[in-house]
């Protein structure tokens, strides 16, 4: 019985065709070379150019059958393309000449090319023959030149002004030299749904972000500020915000508390952040309000910080926990508090190192554990510099 064909083989069949259909189309004919024997001759090396002379069938297998597909196929082709191959297509015929115009995805990536000049001509020059008429839905830009921030500014006022929805920026400039305007305006776009923002140097981000049809957001190296009562309240006004990454974040100097408060979001992920830049001068605060949350993943970065909830996070299907080494239990505890409702969780190897090395000993153990009502899977995560043995792990039955 023969294999369905899944999407994904159908795009891999296209880009072997398309490929395969290029070369002819660039190389129409073959280098023959032959060792001439004979009295003329004499073994001299000789180079011919044999141009294939094809019968009228020959042709009619050959002929142009990628070109035969709709506008919307091969544009759909085109996606998976980053935007400099997109583009050259337009050299091949008539044909597409100016199909890459049609393109609402496009991909920006400094390494493609030898110099900055030649990057920014580039990305101007797509933005402006492509067609207007079309909204940019999708847009990548990676960049790591300082030349790169009036392009850049460029990039996102056009994009806001197209009803861009996806939209991810890795840049390694100091934004210092944007415009004043530039992180207000990128952070109240009506029609972004999912945000990637990561930068070399910290970015301080405004007090509130204003992005109503948000759903999905990326942060790394950014900067929360407080907005009332030493207390930084990012994401209240997100309002559809279903999931958030923050990495390598921190906290600005006066901000005590950080809320991230979202009655939408269901998945949270943070990773070795909310970090600050004096961590003797006070210990700062987390505070989740987040009554639909259903995954949250906790990495290197509650050595100085207090967590807690407003709710009791009862819908919390799985979690992930990986701590510092060098946590005390107690804080280990008031985090695994949080996750009593938890069905699956996730423990790092030297997250559980901490918690079995106060339990092993009844007489000195300082609080009881928490007792996870609804936990159904518990896992170990090892790492090569977990120090601790699968022999220790395997003893483990119940947290």
């Not at 023959?129 to 850049?152: E, G, M, P, Q, V």
């Not at 950014?222 to 309002?239: K, L």
């Not at 709710?311 to 107690?330: G, H, K, M, Q, R």
Request: charged letters at 20%; a positive charge; glycine letters at 2%.
């Amino acid at each position: 019985m023969a294999c369905p064909l899944t999407l994904a083989m159908v795009i891999r069949q296209l880009r072997s065709f398309f490929f395969g259909w290029l070369e002819k189309r660039m190389n129409p004919q073959t280098t023959q070379v032959s060792l001439e024997v004979g009295k003329e001759a004499k073994g001299i090396l000789t180079i011919k150019k044999k141009i294939q002379r094809t019968s009228g069938s020959d042709r009619q297998e050959e002929r142009d059958r990628l070109s035969e597909f709709p506008d919307c196929v091969l544009l759909h082709i085109l996606e998976f393309m980053n935007t400099t191959d997109a583009v050259r297509t337009c050299i091949l015929s008539k044909r597409w000449k100016d199909l890459w115009k049609g393109l609402t995805s496009f991909s920006f990536m400094h390494f493609y090319f030898r110099n900055v000049d030649n990057f920014n001509r580039f990305v101007e020059g797509v933005l402006c023959y492509r067609d207007h008429s079309i909204s940019l839905l999708n847009l990548h830009f990676r960049a790591y030149s300082s030349t790169a921030c009036k392009l850049l500014d460029m990039i996102i006022r056009y994009a806001l002004l197209f009803n861009v929805q996806q939209l991810t920026i890795e840049s390694g400039f100091n934004f210092r030299n944007m415009p004043k305007n530039f992180v207000p305006l990128m952070f109240s776009c009506p029609t972004l749904i999912t945000l990637k923002l990561c930068t070399t140097f910290p970015l301080e981000l405004p007090k509130s972000l204003l992005l109503p049809a948000l759903k999905t957001l990326h942060l790394v190296n950014m900067i929360f500020t407080a907005s009332d009562n030493d207390c930084a309240e990012p994401f209240s006004n997100c309002n559809l915000l279903n999931t958030l990454v923050l990495q390598y974040c921190s906290l600005h100097n006066d901000v005590k508390v950080l809320h991230i408060s979202n009655s939408n979001l269901s998945s949270l992920e943070m990773d070795d952040t909310l970090r600050f830049t004096n961590p003797d001068s006070f210990q700062r605060k987390i505070v989740l309000s987040t009554p639909n949350l259903s995954s949250l993943t906790i990495g290197d970065s509650f050595s100085y910080h207090q967590v807690s909830s407003t709710c009791n996070l009862s819908f919390l299907e799985e979690a992930n926990v990986d701590t510092p080494s060098n946590i005390d239990y107690c804080d280990i505890k008031s985090l695994l508090q949080l996750l009593i409702n938890v069905k699956i969780l996730t423990l790092s190897a030297r997250t559980l190192k901490i918690i079995l090395n106060d339990l092993s000993n009844l007489a000195t153990m300082r609080t009881q554990p928490p007792c996870f009502v609804r936990l159904e899977s518990l896992e170990v995560k090892m790492n090569p510099y977990a120090q601790m043995s699968v022999m220790e792990v395997n003893k483990v039955r119940c947290v």
